[in-house]
């Protein structure tokens, strides 16, 4: 079954570092999402993804973040100056086109900030 | 934000009985709605999902019923199983424009043998 794919699975960043994610989503999907879980907390939206630009995103994803798919396949989540408090598990999600249509999600990427 | 509510932290069940799992929501213009089973170190994988149009939707031994009247759904697995112990995310999404999800807090389900 085909599936929604991240690396790295944990990246230990210093404050203030740059930090990408990657995800690949599956390869029919049109829709692509980022979320994020803080430890004990809810899974939060991020930002949506949808021919080429950003179709909606959270007042979480501020100037700091960024998102691009700079090919057919990948699809990468930037922290641009990372904080203490952008530590959390980081989840990439992908969907069909159409209503109704379920998200599939990746196994996520742990980011810790010293 | 409270859009979408889990109540039960933890729920523990005989294996072979009937796990019920509750969630409520408060925005209206939810209309599809989905369960998510998600066990320590992977992402949560799709179980079941139901629209607004429906009020039941069954998958084997999962069954999901909503009551748009009251904002409640519940996932009904039967009979448990062992495997079935994992933390279970109910989720709601609009259909219209990105279809982002607004998840619950979770409820962990742990199926005694």
Redesign the interface.
């Known amino acids: 079954e085909p599936e929604?794919t991240?690396t790295p699975s944990h990246q230990v960043t210093q404050m203030g570092q740059e930090v990408i994610l990657r995800c690949v989503p599956i390869s029919n999907h049109l829709?692509f999402?980022w979320?994020r879980q803080i430890l004990g907390q809810?899974?939060?939206?991020l930002v949506?993804f949808?021919n080429n630009e950003i179709?909606?995103k959270?007042e979480i994803f501020d100037d700091q973040f960024s998102v691009e798919r700079p090919d057919g396949s990948n699809f990468t989540l930037k922290i641009r100056s990372t904080k203490l408090e952008d530590s959390a598990m980081y989840?990439c999600?992908s969907?069909e086109e159409g209503?109704?249509?379920?998200?599939?999600?990746?196994?996520?990427t742990r980011l810790s900030i010293l | 934000d409270q859009q979408v509510k889990q109540n039960s932290p933890s729920l523990s069940v005989q294996e072979g009985r009937i796990s019920i799992l509750n969630c409520d929501y408060t925005n209206s213009m939810f209309d599809y709605f989905l369960w998510y089973k998600k066990y320590p170190a992977e992402g949560p994988t799709f179980l079941i999902s139901i629209s607004s149009i429906k009020d039941k939707n069954e998958d084997g031994r999962f069954t999901v019923f909503l009551n748009k009247s009251a904002k409640h759904l519940s996932l009904h697995i039967v009979p448990s199983q062992p495997g079935d112990s994992a933390v279970y995310f109910c989720a709601a999404s609009a259909v219209s424009g990105a279809q982002k999800l607004v998840f619950g807090q979770g409820t962990r389900l742990t199926i005694n043998p």
């Open positions: 929604v991240q829709y999402y979320y809810k899974v939060e939206f949506s949808y179709s909606e959270s989840f999600a969907t209503a109704g249509q379920p998200q599939h999600f990746g196994d996520g």
